[in-house]
């Protein structure tokens, strides 16, 4: 495989299919596009890191297979796995503090709650500070009776939702806190 050209040479006739070809190889996409004056510019793939300077092979990220995720996988870190999962219950006020009502409602609709359910609930309970809690109870129950880990769901659910700020401010909770004086 013939290597990439910088700006300044000459580009076989292939040169586009060989820089396409590279980066599928190498788990890299193109961010910017070469011109006449500047290389191409590429990056990882969508759940790939490399932590090099100088990248040429982008690596799979780690998945937190029965773990919580601590940090997610960017481009140049990969992803940071916690020891073990912690029970959701005693944190959920905090949580719910944490998450807002919209936040929740996305991840209860995400989790198969209808839309009937979120409005029976709202109707039940118009102020915000007592209807995030109880849909986040709501949720916490039926993620256990399906058999579900309502930790690892709740932050799997804020990451697909891209909810990334939420998921660090839900770890500190869960991961970070010290136990309180007895």
């Not at 586009?16 to 190889?25: A, G, H, K, M, Y």
Request: hydrophobic share 35%; with cysteine; aromatic share 6%.
């Amino acid at each position: 495989m013939a290597p990439m050209k910088s700006a300044g040479d000459e580009f076989p006739p292939d040169g586009v299919q060989t820089l396409v070809v590279v980066v599928t190889i190498a788990n890299l996409e193109v961010k910017e596009e070469c011109t006449i004056t500047k290389d191409a510019v590429c990056q990882c793939r969508e759940d790939h890191y490399c932590s090099s300077t100088l990248c040429t092979t982008c690596n799979p990220c780690d998945k937190c297979e029965g773990r919580a995720v601590k940090s997610l996988c960017t481009g140049t870190t990969n992803t940071v796995c916690g020891e073990k999962d912690v029970d959701i219950k005693p944190h959920v006020e905090e949580i719910a503090t944490a998450l807002r009502w919209w936040f929740m409602r996305d991840v209860a609709l995400k989790s198969g709650f209808t839309r009937d359910d979120i409005n029976s609930l709202r109707l039940k309970h118009p102020d915000f500070t007592e209807r995030t809690p109880q849909l986040l109870h709501q949720w916490v129950e039926k993620m256990e009776k399906m058999g579900n880990n309502a930790t690892r769901e709740l932050l799997e659910k804020l990451t697909d939702l891209r909810r990334f700020y939420v998921h660090d401010r839900v770890l500190s909770i869960l991961y970070m806190r010290k136990p309180a004086e007895t």
